[in-house]
T-cell receptor, first 114, second 115 residues
């Protein structure tokens, strides 16, 4: 079975600085997708960024980028120029290419301080 | 934009009651999911459905059942609510697109308290 581990339950960062959230996963499969979701205090979960395992290039969305290390089964999220609105729970998620069963990590609570 | 709507944001029920949580999506998605979210445990899959009248058990189906009579609606049922089912419940949906795995779209969540 696939598992996703987020080893940082809580993190904080000063506004405008950069922070990296870590995520590791375990699978014996080769084709899969990885996601980072953000859940602000308002609670609705929204997609931050997506990475296809077959792509070597790291995904980037504005201030959000990932460091995808397939051999190490690592998928970290880097937030540059942190903003107060980035304060949220962040979940790393994994899904196999041909499966509907998405696995989530336990989440990292990020606080951006003014 | 995809809209996933959960019928209640807050719900308080008593032990032993039968509880219905409703979820509706408006984008004709094939796949719908029910998760429960607990601190330190992330999201755990209860059930999912990939088509009308089809359902699959997730990691923690015990004490729950689901119903999908129409494509847009996926209901989670607590047959006899117990206090350990107090939690946040999240519904999600997505379509299987030709562009590969699409992200899930989530509802706002229902915070359920069982007294």
């Amino acid at each position: 079975a696939q598992t996703v581990t987020q080893s940082q339950p809580e993190m904080s960062v000063q506004e405008a600085e950069t922070v990296t959230l870590s995520c590791t996963y375990d699978t014996s499969e080769n084709n899969y997708y990885l996601f980072w979701y953000k859940q602000p205090p308002s609670r609705q979960m929204i997609l931050v960024i997506r990475q296809e395992a077959y792509k070597q290039q790291n995904a980037t969305e504005n201030r959000f980028s990932v460091n995808f290390q397939k051999a190490a089964k690592s998928f970290s999220l880097k937030i540059s120029d942190s903003q107060l609105g980035d304060t949220a729970m962040y979940f790393c998620a994994f899904i196999l290419y041909n499966n509907n069963d998405m696995r989530f990590g336990a989440g990292t609570r990020l606080t951006v301080k003014p | 934009d995809v809209k996933v709507t959960q019928s209640s944001r807050y719900l308080v029920k008593r032990t032993g009651e039968k509880v219905f949580l409703e979820c509706v999506q408006d984008m004709d998605h094939e796949n719908m999911f029910w998760y429960r979210q607990d601190p330190g445990l992330g999201l755990r899959l209860i059930y999912f459905s990939y088509d009308v009248k089809m359902k699959e058990k997730g990691d923690i189906p015990e004490g729950y059942s689901v119903s999908r009579e129409k494509k847009e609606r996926f209901s989670l049922i607590l047959e006899s609510a117990s206090t350990n089912q107090t939690s946040m419940y999240l519904c999600a949906s997505f379509n299987t697109g030709i562009e590969g795995r699409q992200p899930q779209h989530f509802g706002d969540g229902t915070r359920l308290s069982i007294l």
